[in-house]
């Protein structure tokens, strides 16, 4: 062996002979930066993914293109060359420590080409909100039971809205249309923790003017929001409150509480088409008829002084369209162009809303599909929930979707426009003034309602037509032969302090 001479000085080595640096990591397999070395984790450019494959990820060097959570367009745009369907960066991951305390690691689509798209584990933010919003997140372990739990949420000094998250049921959803509760959780019951109770909410006994502070229930709403208050009559806490929520199964919670004070004006929307008649991405605004169905848009809002401000457009493309997210117990529904009914639930809506993981930017996400077709005939939009989880990108009730082809094949803009701003403001937090069946009111009492004994023609249920002068001019009046646009005072104050307009 050949002598060598070393001299330690001021911690650095110096040698005759000194010892080779470690092998580059440079093409070696990885799943995350850890594995790296320096180098970052990133798409294997060549040979390219065939769509929807996953994508096999190697070491190479960093890019200097943008961050994670910065707006892309494809992946060249981005540090490490993964640029996501919803329009943002990510960086590669195999488990949530990866991603740090504000991000999860998901699995998403990357775009891989103009036409085709890649699975891949990335991470992308839990929240993205206005700079001025609080978000205060945590995990209770084993909080819930299976049956109903009773949980404590903390006083509010002004709109918070809670998210909770069953993290050990993926269940969802439940293919027994004779459950109460399919989502894996649901709520019971809302009430103060005052020494006598105010309640705001009973699922089971719902008081013929509205509960104080109602909390979505439904087939379709997962995660489970509660935002407090949700108008005049459910004053602010100080002793917090109690919600007993149903599950099936045991498990941890995830709470996450989101509030702002004041309120905004400029609402940016994310907008998805997927395989929706004559939609594209064009222009600022999308083509002709998306153009005139956003004005009037804006022309509802503005008796809020809320208008539509950025809009990024995403074009859904390739087999994704038609294939969707295989689903081991779903006979229907198979894409996302067209969503179909089965079991009473439409088995490919949450995961049509999770396609928004990573697009890191305040905004709503709205989905255009061809057609929804429910039990009882089509309907023209859906919202994730009451409010949805605003600022929350990637979960199973994040945005909203409409089935745009029966407007755009009528060229009824007018109409267009108000179903979109109808679900809009579900997202936002308004329910509908009257229910279909005239038993069941929101909780604001400057909005007329329409009582069931109006049902002229006893079928039990209630048209545009025998509310006329009773709340049909509303735009939270629920059936589609109603015209109406007003927004009540009350209405107003609860779309103006949504945490999501900027």
Request: glycine letters at 8%; hydrophobic letters at 40%; charged letters at 20%.
């Amino acid at each position: 062996m050949r002598a060598r001479t070393v001299v330690w000085l001021l911690g650095w080595c110096w040698a005759t002979a000194c010892d080779p640096e470690p092998p580059s990591s440079e093409g070696r397999a990885c799943t995350s930066d850890d594995a790296c070395a320096g180098l970052v984790c990133a798409p294997e450019a060549n040979p390219a993914p065939a769509d929807l494959a996953e994508w096999k990820l190697v070491c190479a060097a960093r890019s200097g293109g943008a961050a994670q959570g910065e707006a892309c367009r494809t992946s060249k745009d981005c540090s490490h060359g993964l640029c996501l369907l919803a329009g943002g960066c990510s960086t590669p991951c195999s488990d949530e420590a990866q991603c740090g305390a504000h991000s999860r690691c998901a699995l998403a689509y990357a775009r891989s080409s103009t036409d085709t798209l890649a699975t891949v584990h990335a991470c992308v933010a839990r929240v993205d909100l206005p700079a001025d919003a609080r978000i205060d997140t945590h995990i209770r372990r084993a909080a819930l039971n299976a049956g109903v739990t009773a949980l404590d949420l903390p006083a509010v000094d002004h709109d918070s809205l809670f998210v909770l998250e069953h993290l050990d049921d993926n269940s969802w959803p439940v293919p027994d249309p004779m459950s109460v509760c399919r989502p894996p959780l649901c709520a019971r019951k809302l009430e103060t923790r005052a020494a006598e109770p105010q309640l705001l909410f009973e699922l089971m006994r719902l008081p013929a003017d509205g509960p104080d502070n109602p909390v979505a229930n439904g087939n379709q709403v997962n995660p489970l929001t509660v935002l407090l208050p949700n108008g005049p009559r459910a004053a602010l806490a100080s002793e917090g409150y109690r919600l007993d929520v149903e599950a099936k199964h045991g498990g941890d919670l995830r709470v996450t509480q989101l509030s702002r004070e004041g309120s905004a004006q400029r609402l940016d929307l994310n907008l998805y088409y997927v395989g929706a008649r004559e939609l594209s991405a064009e222009a600022e605004r999308g083509g002709a008829a998306l153009q005139a169905a956003l004005e009037e848009v804006d022309r509802i809002f503005a008796r809020a002084d809320i208008f539509i401000g950025d809009v990024r457009q995403v074009e859904v493309r390739g087999a994704l369209l038609d294939r969707g997210t295989p689903l081991p117990a779903a006979e229907v529904s198979q894409g996302f162009r067209r969503l179909r009914s089965q079991y009473q639930v439409l088995p490919q809506l949450p995961k049509l809303l999770e396609l928004s993981a990573g697009a890191g930017n305040v905004a709503l996400d709205v989905f255009f599909v061809a057609d929804i077709e429910a039990i009882g005939g089509d309907v023209g939009g859906i919202a994730g929930g009451t409010p949805v989880p605003l600022g929350m990108h990637g979960t199973a009730g994040s945005g909203l979707v409409i089935a745009s082809d029966m407007y755009v094949a009528a060229r009824d803009a007018v109409k267009f426009g108000r179903t979109l701003a109808h679900e809009i403001a579900h997202a936002l937090g308004l329910f509908h003034t009257t229910e279909v069946d005239g038993s069941v009111f929101d909780p604001l009492p400057d909005t007329p309602v329409c009582a069931k004994q109006r049902d002229a023609n006893r079928d039990g249920l209630l048209d545009a037509s025998e509310c006329r002068d009773f709340g049909a001019d509303n735009l939270m009046f629920p059936t589609s032969d109603a015209t109406g646009s007003t927004l009540s005072d009350d209405q107003v104050a609860v779309l103006q302090r949504a945490l999501i307009l900027q």
